[in-house]
């Protein structure tokens, strides 16, 4: 019955004529009536409409779908009055006077104007209280959904009753209120017979009929907005003045106050709290998270009182007793670690005691101050973790197995819903979400970099840390105190009971920075992840193994990081729009997976890539789906494979890539708007940057996972989405010179994330090393073998040659190596084929890009060549592959997720080669030498087994910079020249000892000297003017002394006689003149 209920509501009125005499409008509207109520003085009463809605339809068992389309009609009679008692008391008559009248109460003087009190009254009282009794205002106003307003007017002098009809859309809640200049007794506005009508399908109705009840209802809606009735009938002059009023006053109270609230407050918000263009009025959110001078206060005393800690730390390790003469025991023993000790000692001085000892550990023994303040941080990360989910549970990460019976033997309801469950921000709510970040805000500053201590780390400890006294980062040295329980190290026993008594006291697992990371991932609020997020992040910034190892453990069924993350990134991706927050977690967790998998851990690499659908299922439910899987005579088996969402964190990161670019498309198609533009960008890069790190190294499963993802198809829309809206925005700034600065950002942002692109795909053609002596290198070989064919033809049918070549001549064109505008390359266009958004056109640089302070034309032309370089790198890097050239290789055809996927041909990039790709090769060795591009484009081949694999990189900037220099070309000849080259081993190690030892010192210290001013950056060339001066001056000598000498030795011929052996004094005085220059 229901179904058939809803098949006939959505029948067009003509199909219902023509086949069913049913009047089905008695379904497609519904009248809501609402009683009759008085208003008092000022005045209101809401009435929620769609509740009542709602409740009707539900009895005749129907839903109501499209909320915001819910056409309707209100109508109601409006009664002003005035009780006869208290006219008089509401206009301040009361008692009689010495005139035998009554007369105004003292002490009610304050409560009404002074109009009225101050007035003497005719001996008409009646007419007198008539006359003047508008000095106090009566307003009726009806609002819709608390941000409407459908209706204001002045009824103090309507007379009688006044008959509304008012015609709303999707109006949730409805509030009639009243409002007077003075909230008197004896005003009584009553509201007579409300009711509404309500059209909650009005697209199934003919137009006809829809327009004529929006005609009608407008008109209706003109006349009840029109003045009331007057008090004097006569005066219909008045009508016109009242009307004006009645729209002064509107603009008054509900636009011009309303903005001047907001307008200042956001003054005071900007000048006493920092909070700058975050929304219009009050902003609470952004206000609890604004730190307060005090929470600054006990973050410095902290630091202060860590450093002081750490220093003991740093001497315990060294096996080194903290006393008066600590620092003649540094000294004497390690007089290379006195900058660091200096330095912590100087951050430790609490300058409010004057005291090297900080005021919070003053009154502590100075034995147990290390352990103190290690376990006041420990508390803090308790309180976090308890205040945190007092007020809210924790989440509950529903796992993808198979639906569960419940006790009946029923399907378990599978319409639970995660956001249901999440939290309506109640004061108590926001203020436990706010002190909980705030002491996660203290976490982030004990584990931040602080520039000073590290420089002087890193310069002053390599030889401790080669020798394992010390870790590679003080960071991280503050990370492994501080977190006992994660990365127990060489603590003693004694310690971690002390440590631990609190929390067997407390009854609750112990805790620490670390491990409170995933803790906070299971709360519903997203500012906390994201803070937690935040905390990770500084926590493997230098990538430490054992912090890395830490997390990998966090991976049981009450505390799964990977399931914690994957939520994350369900909850974003089922999101149309996203708040800031949201979008700056994700980010934060995609750098927080980046640095989980830093420095090729392949562990950690592994870690991410694994199934999480596995976990949850027990073995009779493994092993029916492997039976099923294998079932080949089972017709309907395409029915019962139901595609599922990712299962793992690689398929993720592809999946929430590809929704950001669709959304980057329909943007591009909506409207031209640069708004979040920048943020999309940004996430990409860092999309990018995160799928890089977790195949680095490489990790064959996770470069197999995102490769069937079809990854490598969005990144060719992508490609288009950017060339689009670069050429798109320049546009813009044509007519608004304010977009200039967003733009500029927007521009840094697009080259970021074209360079990640490109690394990602050049980590995709990374090959594992194979070792001969493995037992198992002929497997382990003909995969390689296998993984890298699948890799090249996938790059070759999925990626665009013609895009990628004609980047490297756009970029080509706005690096630095382009200055002179006679080094342009020409693109390679067809004149006969025109393509839309053709990525061949060339980019010119407007003038703001050229004067640009925010991103300079220093860093656009670098990034450019980079871009360049990349691309010119990942064609190479794909074309000579032996598997190029396998036409075996590429037959056949591969299963693709992907419907109607745009693929492409080796044929397609031979072509690509031919017109774009030597052209460019050719042009560069035209305008300038054959080896130009070997002073830009590094590229080496390294031995993988018995396999070759070419490794490409940009040269660094210094030989980049003067790779025309004389000295430097002179050099490598010299180098190339007298390499030892006896065997290739030797001629390895001689050329590797040479360039480590002079060649990288000799161009660096060229290069500082060409960014001094004039003549010291030129000091290169004068150097080898000088040589070559000397050289020809010598020739010079040489060739004059043979040709003016005459005579020969004797004995009787004194030193300094030259006039024997010269003819002419003045041949003498030009070989002394060439010889002094000479000298």
Not at 226 to 238: C, F, V, Y
Request: hydrophobic residues 40%.
């Amino acid at each position: 019955l229901k179904d058939f209920m809803y098949e006939l509501v959505q029948l067009d009125d003509s199909k219902l004529t023509a086949n069913i005499r049913v009047d089905v409008n008695l379904w497609r509207r519904q009248q809501l009536t609402h009683e009759t109520f008085v208003l008092n003085g000022s005045d209101q009463r809401e009435w929620p409409v769609f509740q009542d809605l709602h409740e009707n339809l539900s009895a005749l068992g129907l839903k109501l779908f499209n909320e915001d389309t819910v056409l309707m009609e209100l109508q109601m009679e409006v009664h002003v009055s005035y009780e006869a008692v208290d006219v008089k008391a509401g206009l301040g008559l009361t008692g009689k006077g010495t005139d035998g009248h009554e007369d105004v109460d003292d002490d009610d003087l304050t409560k009404v104007p002074p109009s009225v009190t101050m007035r003497v009254l005719s001996k008409d009282r009646d007419k007198g209280i008539l006359k003047d009794y508008s000095a106090n205002q009566v307003y009726f106003e009806v609002e819709a959904n608390h941000d409407q307003i459908v209706f204001l007017e002045n009824l103090t002098d309507c007379m009688g009753r006044k008959k509304l009809s008012l015609q709303i859309l999707g109006a949730r809640h409805i509030v009639m209120r009243s409002r007077c200049l003075f909230n008197l007794p004896g005003i009584r506005v009553t509201v007579a017979n409300p009711r509404v009508m309500c059209l909650h399908s009005p697209t199934k109705f003919d137009p006809e009929v829809i327009s004529k009840v929006i005609r009608v209802g407008t008109a209706r809606h003109a006349m009840a907005s029109a003045p009331g009735n007057q008090l004097d009938d006569e005066k219909e002059e008045g009508l016109e003045s009242v009307g004006m009023m009645n729209k002064i006053n509107y603009r008054v109270i509900h636009i011009l106050m309303p903005r001047y609230r907001s307008a200042v407050i956001d003054i005071i918000e900007e000048q006493c709290f920092g909070i700058v263009n975050k929304s219009a009025a009050i902003d609470r959110l952004a206000m609890s998270r604004v730190l307060e001078a005090e929470h600054l206060d006990v973050v410095a005393m902290i630091n202060r009182a860590c450093s002081y800690v750490m220093l003991e730390y740093l001497l315990v390790k060294l096996d080194f007793e903290r006393g008066k003469d600590w620092e003649l025991q540094v000294q004497q023993a390690f007089p290379n670690l006195m900058p660091v000790f200096e330095q912590l000692s100087e951050d430790a001085f609490d300058e409010l005691n004057d005291s090297e000892v900080p005021l919070i550990l003053v009154r502590e023994p100075e034995e147990e101050r290390m352990e103190t303040l290690r376990a006041w941080i420990l508390r803090i990360c308790h309180v976090i973790r308890t205040v945190a989910f007092m007020k809210q549970p924790r989440l509950s990460f529903q796992s993808e197995a198979p639906a569960k019976k419940n006790t009946s033997g029923e399907e378990a309801s599978s319409d639970a819903n995660i956001f249901e469950a999440l939290f309506d921000d109640t004061g108590a709510r926001l203020l436990a979400r706010a002190c909980c970040a705030s002491l996660l805000n203290i976490l982030q500053q004990i584990f931040s970099h602080q520039e000073e201590i590290e420089d002087k780390w890193k310069r002053w400890t390599p030889a401790q840390q080669n020798t394992g006294h010390f870790l590679k980062s003080f960071v991280v040295e503050k990370a492994i105190f501080f977190c006992p329980f994660s990365v127990p190290r060489d603590m003693k026993k004694k310690v971690r009971v002390k440590l631990l008594k609190f929390f067997e006291e407390a009854q609750c697992e112990p805790t620490d920075p670390l491990r409170l990371v995933p803790e906070m991932l299971y709360h519903p609020d997203v500012w906390l992840r994201l803070e937690a997020l935040k905390l990770s992040c500084l926590l493997l910034k230098d990538a430490d193994a054992s912090l890395q190892a830490a997390f990998r453990t966090f991976d049981s069924p009450q505390l799964n990081l990977q399931k914690a993350l994957a939520f994350q990134f369900k909850d974003f991706s089922t999101k149309d729009t996203h708040a800031a927050d949201e979008s700056q977690a994700v980010n934060v967790m995609l750098n927080k997976i980046q640095n989980l998998c830093e420095g090729h851990n392949a562990e950690l690499q592994e870690f991410v890539g694994e199934d999480l659908s596995i976990e949850d299922k027990d073995f009779s439910t493994l092993l029916a789906e492997y039976l099923e899987k294998n079932d080949d005579d089972d017709e309907d088996d395409q029915d019962k494979n139901v595609v599922k969402g990712p299962t793992n964190l690689v398929e993720w990161i592809c999946t929430l890539a590809r929704q950001v670019i669709d959304k980057m498309k329909a943007d591009q198609q909506w409207q031209v708007s640069m708004e979040g533009s920048e943020d999309k960008y940004t996430l990409l890069g860092q999309l990018f940057d995160t799928a890089a790190e977790i195949v680095q190294g490489p990790t064959r499963s996770n470069q197999r996972l995102l490769l069937e993802s079809e990854l490598l198809l969005d990144v060719n829309q992508l490609w288009l989405r950017q060339r689009i809206d670069e050429f798109t925005f320049r546009d813009l700034l044509q007519d608004n010179e304010d977009l200039f600065e967003p733009w500029m950002n927007l521009l840094r942002a697009m080259r970021n994330c074209e360079i990640s692109i490109l690394k990602f795909l050049l980590s995709l053609l990374e090959e594992e090393e194979l070792d001969a002596d493995d037992p198992n290198y002929r497997q382990v070989s003909e995969e390689v073998i296998d993984h890298k064919g699948q890799t090249i033809r996938r790059m070759v049918e999925e990626l665009n040659s013609k895009i990628l070549c004609d980047k490297v001549i756009t970029h080509w064109n706005l690096s630095p190596e382009v200055k002179d505008p006679a080094f342009l390359i020409k693109p390679v266009q067809d004149a006969d084929e025109v393509i839309q958004n053709d990525t061949a056109e060339r980019i010119v640089r407007t003038k703001g890009e050229l004067e640009s302070e925010d991103y300079t034309l220093e860093e656009q032309q670098i990034h450019c060549l980079e871009i360049c370089f990349l691309c010119w790198a990942l064609y190479e890097g794909v074309h000579d592959t032996p598997e190029f050239g396998n036409r075996s290789l590429f037959s056949g055809t591969l299963e693709r997720k992907t419907p109607n996927a745009v693929l492409f041909t080796r044929t397609s990039w031979a072509t690509s080669k031919t017109k774009i790709y030597d052209t460019f090769n050719e042009a560069v060795s035209k305008m300038h030498h054959g080896k130009y591009l070997h002073y830009l484009f590094g590229r080496i081949e390294i031995i993988r087994g018995q396999r070759l694999q070419k490794l490409f990189f940009l040269v660094p900037p210094a030989i980049r910079h003067l790779k025309g220099q004389s000295l430097i070309k002179d050099w490598q000849v010299g180098c190339v020249n007298a390499v030892d080259r006896s065997g290739p081993e030797a001629k390895l190690q001689d050329f590797s000892e040479q360039v480590w030892d002079e060649y990288i010192g000799f161009v660096e210290h060229q290069y500082s000297l060409s960014q001094k001013p004039f003549p010291l950056n030129a000091s290169g060339e004068v150097m080898a003017s000088s040589r070559s001066m000397i050289v020809l001056l010598t020739s010079m000598i040489c060739c004059g002394v043979a040709l003016v000498y005459d005579g020969s030795y004797s004995k009787t011929h004194k030193m300094g006689e030259y006039d024997v052996h010269y003819t002419k004094g003045w041949y003498v005085w030009l070989l002394l003149g060439l010889g002094t220059f000479h000298f």
